[in-house]
């Protein structure tokens, strides 16, 4: 079960040795012992929040990207409002410092603070459980007030006159008569606490919980194992995790997400084109996809980019598809990448299934004389070509030439 990065350690190393004991004995003498941990486990929580929310001070937006040079600015609808175009995969729409935070803390509040809220109510309801209602096992029996002492305080431990041992008693409590151990174990304030006798049973991983940690038993290789891997995550990398902007020398963490079966993967083909235009003259290009739910599109300028995982509906890839026009200063040399093309648009209609349909696009015209590079792809919900389930797949990508004169 997958945690939150957010989320608390189970066992917070402050509140363990002697630390753990003033604060369960003062405690417990004022306001019984679930009380105690109550208090101490909200100021954790609190304390989380409240650095989430100040790591979210800190972010800020990026400049504008460089944008295509004939592209219509914005978000428009062509083929009668059918269909959604964003101009540069959504690169114009950018967000500002204040939009992002303003998010980020939104996020915290509906999810670190609300899941820690969860936490808590979750934690305590088990505790109250494991303790019998409040049954602390060595502090309040439920009949004694909270104050009051475990054992009648004229009858210390070790007194001669004090009654044998019934055998037919349970088990004694070892910390009804003895002072605790300075150690975490504490089995006598706090065994309805941490361990909690059917609550949480922290022993080595929330028992009682999330259960996160690996099966020692698991002897399932990783994938890819003996084929020497450089990597498979963000862990071994020396560069700035990838924050959902356009900025190159970072390392993105999205897991790639669902791949579907073969014969669902996304295909593409550009059926129409014209061979010669004049320079600036419009002409329409006409795309089919199949296997592609063209529904998913997150602006890269708003910081959408390689953040969302790879998600199928009903095995289909859900995403949308890009268009673009690029000239070619050589046809014997793959093309310089930097430069930002002529012509750029992503295409989602909320359409698109295991049947092959077909898009218009409409270039509004090419600036220069030249042969331009006229390319449709798909993309997945974070704009990648969606995977496929054999490495001998064609990818969803076409391609044709366009002489302007």
């Known amino acids: 079960m997958r945690r939150s990065k957010y989320r608390r350690a189970s066992s917070p190393t402050w509140f363990s040795g002697r630390r753990r004991i003033i604060a369960v ?161 504490n089995q006598g304030g706090d065994q309805g606490g941490d361990q909690n006798q059917g609550g949480d049973q922290n022993q080595g991983g929330d028992q009682g919980g999330d259960q996160d940690q690996p099966d020692p038993g698991q002897t399932t290789p990783p994938p890819g194992a003996g084929l020497g891997i450089l990597t498979n995550s963000c862990d071994t990398s020396n560069l700035t995790p990838h924050d959902g902007f356009q900025r190159g020398d970072r390392c993105v963490s999205t897991e790639f997400g669902e791949v579907g079966a073969a014969a669902n993967n996304p295909t593409l083909l550009i059926t129409q084109a014209p061979a010669q235009v004049r320079v600036n003259q419009p002409f329409t290009i006409q795309v089919s996809t199949r296997n592609l739910i063209r529904d998913r599109f997150l602006a890269a300028g708003q910081g959408g980019y390689y953040v969302e995982s790879s998600v199928l509906q009903n095995g289909l890839v859900r995403g949308h598809f890009h268009s673009a026009c690029r000239i070619l200063n050589s046809r014997s040399q793959a093309p310089d990448p930097a430069p930002v093309p002529a012509f750029f648009v992503a295409t989602e209609d909320s359409r698109g299934s295991a049947q092959p349909d077909t898009v218009a696009i409409q270039v509004p015209g090419l600036p220069e004389r030249g042969t331009f590079q006229c390319s449709s792809w798909a993309g997945d919900g974070s704009h990648r070509i969606p995977m496929m389930e054999r490495a001998n797949q064609t990818p969803a990508f076409d391609s044709v030439r366009v002489r302007v004169r």
């Not at 964003?86 to 998010?103: L, N, Y």
């Not at 603070?113 to 029996?141: P, S």
Request: with cysteine.
């Open 25 to 185: 004995a003062a405690t417990l003498v004022a306001f019984g012992g679930i009380v105690t941990v109550t208090q101490v486990s909200n100021a954790s929580t609190d304390r989380t929040t409240k650095r989430a929310l100040a790591a979210c001070d800190d972010l800020a937006a990026p400049n504008q990207s460089r944008l295509s040079t004939e592209t219509r600015r914005g978000t428009w609808t062509t083929n009668n409002g059918q269909v959604t175009q964003h101009a540069d995969d959504g690169a114009g729409d950018v967000a500002t410092s204040a939009e992002v935070r303003a998010r980020c803390r939104e996020w915290v509040m509906n999810n670190v603070a609300n899941e820690e809220a969860t936490d808590e109510a979750t934690t305590n309801a088990r505790r109250g459980r494991g303790n019998n209602g409040g049954n602390n096992n060595g502090g309040n029996n439920g009949s004694t007030p909270p104050s009051a002492p475990a054992e009648d305080p004229s009858a210390p431990a070790g007194d001669p006159s004090a009654p044998a041992e019934d055998p037919s008693a349970p088990a004694e409590n070892p910390g009804a008569s003895a002072p605790p151990a300075e150690d975490d174990q």
